[in-house]
């Protein structure tokens, strides 16, 4: 006979079918509504992992240079030998056409580092787009229960414990949904973003994308 326990609803955590493996920040929704538009050769299921070799970086930018990324060039395999080949041309022609991609950012996604896949995303999002991603600042457990403590012994009203027990599991909840490692990293100004799309434009008129 079947038991007779109450069935815990299954909450769904994903964002149009992609899915942040435990511990890691969750891309966007903006940004990846917006990957999915460009109708890449593959889907994000991982963001670590399927942007590590950098063939899915070189896929969204030849959306945008159609004529100066040849994908032929790139390598869409594990080996950390074409990895780091296929990192460089993206960079080669950031550097040619003057996008800011910070090498932090690369040399963080190539290596698997936290949280700097879905902050380069993020940093192309913003770049290609003109638009800001929203972020949250996060505080760590040990900063939020020193402050807690501290109000607690200057009399703060309700039930400190209870505060405490709050603030965690806000902390928690916020910690799985942004960026802790490259938070703090500074995307491509206004001026920079605005300056690359109008030579995009230039190139649409001149019939060059």
Same mark, same amino acid.
């Given at each position: 006979m079947?038991?007779?326990? %109450?069935?815990?609803?299954?909450?769904?955590?994903?964002? *149009?079918?992609?899915?942040?493996p435990p511990d890691m920040p969750v891309l966007n929704r903006d940004v990846f509504k917006?990957?999915?538009?460009?109708?890449?050769?593959?889907?994000?299921?991982?963001?670590?992992?399927?942007?590590?070799? $950098? *063939?899915l970086v070189a896929q969204i930018f030849s959306r945008y240079f159609p004529s100066e990324v040849q994908l032929h060039s790139y390598a869409?395999?594990?080996?950390?030998?074409?990895?780091?080949?296929n990192w460089i041309?993206?960079?080669?022609?950031?550097?040619?056409?003057?996008?800011?991609?910070p090498a932090d950012?690369?040399?963080?996604?190539?290596? $698997?580092?936290?949280?700097?896949?879905?902050?380069?995303?993020?940093?192309?999002y913003e770049l290609f787009t003109g638009k800001k991603v929203q972020r949250v600042k996060v505080i760590s457990d040990a900063d939020a229960q020193a402050a807690l403590l501290a109000a607690g012994r200057e009399g703060a009203g309700g039930n400190f414990g209870d505060q405490v027990d709050a603030f965690k599991t806000i902390s928690s909840n916020?910690?799985?949904?942004?960026?802790?490692?490259?938070?703090?990293?500074?995307?491509?100004?206004? $001026?920079?973003?605005?300056?690359?799309?109008? %030579?995009?434009?230039?190139?649409?008129?001149?019939?060059?994308?």
């Amino acid at each position: 006979m079947l038991g007779t326990a %109450r069935r815990e609803k299954k909450v769904d955590t994903t964002v *149009f079918g992609y899915e942040s493996p435990p511990d890691m920040p969750v891309l966007n929704r903006d940004v990846f509504k917006w990957i999915q538009s460009l109708d890449l050769s593959q889907s994000i299921r991982n963001v670590r992992r399927d942007t590590a070799n $950098g *063939f899915l970086v070189a896929q969204i930018f030849s959306r945008y240079f159609p004529s100066e990324v040849q994908l032929h060039s790139y390598a869409n395999v594990t080996s950390t030998a074409n990895k780091r080949d296929n990192w460089i041309q993206i960079q080669k022609l950031c550097a040619k056409q003057g996008i800011s991609l910070p090498a932090d950012l690369v040399d963080g996604t190539l290596l $698997g580092v936290h949280g700097a896949a879905v902050a380069l995303l993020e940093h192309l999002y913003e770049l290609f787009t003109g638009k800001k991603v929203q972020r949250v600042k996060v505080i760590s457990d040990a900063d939020a229960q020193a402050a807690l403590l501290a109000a607690g012994r200057e009399g703060a009203g309700g039930n400190f414990g209870d505060q405490v027990d709050a603030f965690k599991t806000i902390s928690s909840n916020t910690r799985a949904a942004v960026n802790l490692e490259f938070g703090h990293v500074s995307t491509s100004e206004a $001026g920079d973003a605005l300056a690359v799309r109008k %030579r995009m434009a230039m190139l649409q008129n001149q019939g060059g994308l």
